[in-house]
């Protein structure tokens, strides 16, 4: 799987345009796997896919991790539905419908595909669960988790939520993945209030610690860390790259490219 970040901040640019991006900002969350999965459809994530020279025209299925506006903008779905060669699967949770707030002309644009809090779906040649994830929106939306699987390879996409569910948890006890890209919102600071949303780095090591010895991921494992937000992180991109790679963690930036 070749994974290609085209955001990695958290909720501080959700209405800041990709040309106004400038150093040290972080555009919001979005990743693409493939040429076809892209995870979260923020503002920037079409106009800097264009400048980075990412097509996104192949991108068949768009996993919506919940509808707060750092992961959700309407227009960036349709404009997107515009681009792609074949019609969108659009995966969301089944209660994040309201929130969305799509007109029923919109509705007909793409192929709605709802997910329950749990629910492994074999889409072609991926499978893909999701797994309620611990933060909050609006209503009875549960924002999500998801376990992308091609290739024999498995990869949790985790932003954005603080810790892990009891189920979430016990269900990735059961299996091993190959790579992580966990919520990476604060940074040193322990006392943070976001703690039931968010992770920060004190939470990571402890969560990194689990992740190793309960034998989901192993030493080879990739971690990687995003949805970061600069203003509670009092740290440059070199300061946070230096305290995850502590952890045995890589930091995510703009443009970041991997494969797994
Ligand atoms: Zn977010
Ligand atoms: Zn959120």
Redesign the pocket.
Known sequence: MKLTFLGTG??GCIKTPENEITGGKRRCSSLLIDEDILIDVPLQCLDFAKKIGVDLSKVTDVLL??S?G??FQKSSLFKLAEQTEKKLNFWCHKNAIDNLELLENEKEKINLCLLDDMEKSDNRNAVITSLPAN???KGDEQ?LHYIIERNGKSLFYG??GGWFMAPTWEYMRKIKLDAVVLDTTVGEDAGNFRIG??NSFPMLRIINAALLQNGIMDENGIRIGSHIAPSVHELDHEGTAKALAEMGMITAYDGFKIEI
């Open positions: 958290a909720a991790t919940h707060h750092d992961h933060h909050m929106a924002p932003c954005d949303t968010h």
